[in-house]
């Protein structure tokens, strides 16, 4: 199969989820996360924020537990500017809008380097044994993924297994790990 065509049928999964099966999926993925992921060192989480209507895994759920079980951690998420992405820290109170495209982002706050991500969330529509994932095609994570450190764990999140093989170029940047609701994949 094609990029294209790995887009098209895991977006069309994703949207035939039920709502009950939707919220169960995310707070399976959530709580995985936290058995899965070890926070220890992370001063700085850049994650994306859910695009409405597009059923992603809601990191809502996993930026509500950082705030309350890890306050040290900052998150940060991603504003579009000029084609790239731009790191916004999430303040309280929250200035979350939708861009042009239904992406929520952060309208206000303060930016900071890729560089400074102690970890990345990575948004994906399919991801295969290797790490390698599928996003939207318009290459923003693999930009923003090449400006992170070299040692920046970058984690996708997804509600269905892995392929045994997605298409990759140079140009895409490989995940670290993936965490589903049933397990924990390391790359």
């Not at 959530?30 to 994306?48: I, M």
């Not at 706050?109 to 991801?127: E, I, K, N, R, Y």
Request: aromatic share 10%; hydrophobic share 40%; net charge positive.
């Amino acid at each position: 199969m094609t990029k294209a065509e790995i887009r098209t049928a895991y977006l069309q999964k994703r949207k035939a989820l039920a709502p009950a099966v939707y919220l169960q999926l995310c707070q399976m993925l959530c709580q995985r996360f936290f058995v899965s992921v070890n926070l220890t060192r992370v001063g700085l989480l850049h994650t994306y924020l859910p695009i409405p209507g597009k059923n992603e895994p809601d990191t809502w759920l996993i930026i509500d537990r950082l705030r309350r079980e890890y306050p040290h951690i900052q998150i940060a998420a991603p504003r579009i500017t000029n084609n790239n992405l731009e790191h916004v820290i999430l303040e309280y109170p929250l200035q979350i809008a939708t861009n042009t495209w239904n992406i929520p982002e952060p309208r206000t706050g303060t930016t900071v380097p890729a560089a400074s991500a102690d970890m990345v969330l990575v948004p994906l529509l399919a991801f295969d044994e290797k790490g390698n994932r599928i996003g939207y095609g318009k290459g923003y994570y693999d930009r923003f993924l090449k400006s992170c450190r070299p040692e920046t764990p970058r984690i996708g999140l997804s509600f269905f297994a892995p392929l045994p093989h997605v298409p990759a170029t140079p140009a895409d940047v490989p995940l670290s790990a993936c965490v589903t609701p049933d397990a924990f994949y390391t790359f």
